[in-house]
């Protein structure tokens, strides 16, 4: 796993939540949760690189959208111009982290403005998780932003 992760991912997010007024959690090491009254951008990273998970916070259940994936098989995905291979696991979150950052501000600009009307895009297939702990946190956050 990579420590500096949350330290990573707060940087290459920041202008991004700036920009679509979102605020950000980075209470976890492992994950920063970007998030507004409605939704929350949970930005992770696993052995194959990161992920950011499109999760709701009004909702009963747990239920979330592997983003990413979505806007690359519906819209497009952007590489950041200078992206080069890389050469450790730490570059390769770097570089992830990056072009989905951008990816999201180029043709995810409605999703992060908070507008709904894209889940109805039968590629947009919302799954459960099982994770109380993320399902608790998406809570506590939510109040705090209510707050």
């Known amino acids: 796993m990579l420590q500096d992760f949350s330290q990573i991912a707060t ?3 920041k202008p991004l ?3 679509y007024n979102l605020q950000m959690d ?3 090491w492992d994950s920063v949760i970007a998030f507004s009254d409605a939704f929350a951008l949970v930005i992770c990273h696993d052995s194959y690189g990161g992920n950011i998970y ?3 916070v009004n909702s009963d259940k747990l239920v979330g959208l592997d983003l ?3 806007l690359a098989s519906t819209r497009k995905f952007i590489f950041a111009p200078h992206a ?3 050469v450790s696991y ?3 979150i770097t570089q992830g982290l990056e072009n989905s950052a951008l990816t999201l501000d180029v043709v995810g600009e409605d999703i992060l403005r908070g507008e709904t009307q894209w889940m109805n895009n039968p590629h947009a ?3 459960l998780f099982n994770n109380e702990s993320l399902r608790v946190k998406l809570c506590e956050l939510r109040q705090r932003y209510q707050a």
């Open 11 to 13: 940087v290459i997010f």
């Open 17 to 19: 939540c700036a920009k």
């Open 26 to 28: 980075c209470s976890d």
């Open 54 to 56: 499109y999760m709701l």
């Open 68 to 70: 990413i994936t979505f």
């Open 84 to 86: 080069q291979p890389a």
């Open 90 to 92: 730490r570059e390769n």
């Open 125 to 127: 297939k919302f799954q």
